[in-house]
T-cell receptor, first 118, second 112 residues
Framework: DSGVTQTPKHLITATGQRVTLRCSPRSGDLSVYWYQQSLDQGLQFLIQYYNGEERAKGNILERFSAQQFPDLHSELNLSSLELGDSALYFC?????????????????FGEGSRLTVL | AQRVTQPEKLLSVFKGAPVELKCNYSYSGSPELFWYVQYSRQRLQLLLRHISRESIKGFTADLNKGETSFHLKKPFAQEEDSAMYYCALYNAGGTSYGKLTFGQGTILTVHP
């Protein structure tokens, strides 16, 4: 499967801990997006990277950080975890436009990483 | 700031009935709007985009700049249309170039 892959699929941890979520974009896609999905907040944009550089930032907490590596995979680090951080975290990647612009608005999503903080 | 509002969290219709999922947006530039769908146990995926002006699985959506709306419509709903639908606004310029903002989502249930 050459689609977006995310690991781990499920993660259970305790408050105060730190976790790292990993994402590999589709082959050829340079943009990576991170979203948080919770029942009451819907799909919240966290951050976007393009070819290793931060491109846009959403409502990402200071306890959260992300990066995109030279091989284009991305990691989302969540620290000092709280109960309210329990959510589904999605990664998505986006292709270039035919004109060579970095994004098209069409995102390809991974299956998500379900984080449960106890 | 860009914002997408989907006023209905839940929408139920019977098979064969028309369905309309509402979406309103606020954006200072020229909007690019999308509908995404998530079927049970499947990934979130693109359904349609306003630029293409296409009909996908019988769904259409018209951008109304005057009303800042991008409602999704289908004349005859099918049971397989049951899913979560998200309206999304793409920022094609400015400091947040590339940002895709989603609405809260609407869960559509089509009853037999």
């Amino acid at each position: 499967d050459s689609g977006v892959t995310q690991t781990p699929k499920h993660l259970i941890t305790a408050t105060g801990q730190r976790v790292t979520l990993r994402c590999s974009p589709r082959s050829g896609d340079l943009s990576v997006y991170w979203y948080q999905q919770s029942l009451d907040q819907g799909l919240q944009f966290l951050i976007q990277y393009y070819n290793g550089e931060e491109r846009a930032k959403g409502n990402i907490l200071e306890r959260f950080s992300a990066q995109q590596f030279p091989d284009l995979h991305s990691e989302l680090n969540l620290s000092s975890l709280e109960l309210g951080d329990s959510a589904l975290y999605f990664c998505a990647s986006s292709p270039r436009t035919l004109a060579g612009n970095p994004n098209t608005g069409e995102l390809f999503f991974g299956e998500g990483s379900r984080l449960t903080v106890l | 700031a860009q914002r997408v509002t989907q006023p209905e969290k839940l929408l139920s219709v019977f098979k064969g009935a028309p369905v309309e999922l509402k979406c309103n947006y606020s954006y200072s530039g020229s909007p690019e709007l999308f509908w995404y769908v998530q079927y049970s146990r499947q990934r979130l995926q693109l359904l349609l985009r306003h630029i293409s002006r296409e009909s996908i699985k019988g769904f259409t959506a018209d951008l109304n700049k005057g009303e800042t709306s991008f409602h999704l419509k289908k004349p005859f709903a099918q049971e397989e249309d049951s899913a979560m639908y998200y309206c999304a606004l793409y920022n094609a310029g400015g400091t947040s170039y590339g940002k895709l903002t989603f609405g809260q989502g609407t869960i559509l249930t089509v009853h037999p």
